[in-house]
């Protein structure tokens, strides 16, 4: 019962759970992290494989000056990660669901990260700076036309030289997706494969 109240769930704006908050200790990027998790978000128990992938593949030694947007943050695993590794960017992080984003909250608290701002918004709906990096583990379950947007729209919320960075499993979608982020940005690197997961990265090329 649980996996399909979280499969119906997570990615709604209100998730109808009854609470069962809990709290556990995770190290990321040779960082301890505590997080709160509850019913109604993804991935409650563990910071999922693939967030754990792509936060450690990701890299900025390409990267232009600007902030980093984790669309779809869930309760904060990938972004807070992030801004805690790279303390002179600043991070934002959006998702749909309220209750995933009051636990990000709660978690920046907890591990004391300042350099981050949290936000409600479904997709790019309340986006409206351009990053340097765009990172997403999008929610599949949310179906195809939801995961193709965040890629698609990717390009007007990224400085030129800006990255996306995408994590899907091939059997989720992957290849697709891969042809999606090269028809949309003229390139898309897999960056790594790992246990059926695929970290892709595309890059949005100076305007000509």
């Known amino acids: 019962m649980e996996i399909n109240q979280l499969n119906n769930h997570y990615y709604t704006q209100n ?10 200790s995770f190290e990321l990027l040779n960082q301890s992290f505590q997080f709160v998790t509850d019913n109604g978000v993804f991935s409650k128990h563990t910071v999922d494989f693939g967030s754990r992938t792509m936060i450690e593949c ?31 960017r ?16 709660e978690n920046a608290g907890l ?18 700076d351009q990053y340097a990096a765009i990172v997403t583990n999008p929610p599949v379950r949310a179906g195809k036309s939801v995961v193709d947007r965040f890629i698609t729209s990717a390009n007007d919320h990224l400085i030129n030289n800006g990255t996306l960075w995408v994590v899907l499993q091939k059997k989720q979608g ?10 949309t ?19 949005k090329e100076i305007d000509s």
Request: aromatic letters at 8%; proline letters at 4%.
């Open 15 to 24: 998730p109808d759970v009854l609470h069962d908050k809990k709290t556990w």
């Open 58 to 88: 990701f890299e900025t030694d390409q990267l232009p000056e600007g902030k980093i947007l984790d669309l779809g943050c869930g309760y904060g695993p990938i972004g807070l990660a992030l801004a805690k590794k790279y303390s002179n």
């Open 90 to 105: 600043n991070v934002d992080m959006v998702d749909v669901n309220e209750l995933a984003m009051a636990l990000a909250r």
């Open 111 to 128: 591990n004391q990260i300042e350099n981050v701002q949290i936000f409600a918004s479904d997709g790019y709906e309340h986006v409206t």
């Open 174 to 183: 992957a290849p697709s997706a891969k042809k999606l982020m090269t028809q």
């Open 185 to 203: 940005f003229g390139n898309c690197e897999v960056v790594q494969r790992n246990k059926g997961y695929y970290i892709l990265k595309s890059v």
